[in-house]
Nanobody, 124 residues
Framework: QVQLVESGGESVQAGGSLRLSCAAS????????LGWFRQAPGKEREFVAA????????AYADSVKGRFTISRDNAKNTMYLQMNSLEPEDTAVYCC?????????????????WGQGTQVTVSS
């Protein structure tokens, strides 16, 4: 079983950048497909990005495509989300998640393990 801990969230102004990290322990990191999800106040949690076990494949929500980049370092058991050109609409709690299997998925129910989340606040 893998444990996930996010970090890197903070308050920034619109147009700024942040890099979130998701550190894993307790499992074989490279065995998991990983994803980022976010939940804004008053809204349901939504898919942001996902990455395959070897980083060969990635997927993004349309709302972040071209601005966010997901990556992972299997040697460091860590996944990242580089967020550029941040907008107030990106304000949310960002959570990382892991799923066994091979395919990238955007559906939350397919993920087995979740972190607690890190707050990102973007002011205009």
């Amino acid at each position: 079983q893998v444990q996930l801990v996010e970090s890197g969230g903070e308050s920034v102004q619109a147009g700024g950048s942040l890099r979130l990290s998701c550190a894993a322990s307790g499992g074989t990191f490279s065995n998991y497909v990983l994803g980022w999800f976010r939940q804004a106040p008053g809204k349901e949690r939504e898919f942001v990005a996902a990455i395959s076990r070897t980083s060969a494949s990635t997927a993004y929500a349309d709302s972040v495509k071209g601005r966010f980049t997901i990556s992972r370092d299997n040697a460091k058991n860590t996944m990242y989300l580089q967020m550029n050109s941040l907008e107030p609409e990106d304000t949310a709690v960002y959570c990382c998640a892991a799923r066994t299997g091979i395919m990238i998925k955007s559906r939350q129910s397919t993920y087995d393990y979740w972190g607690q989340g890190t707050q990102v606040t973007v002011s205009s």
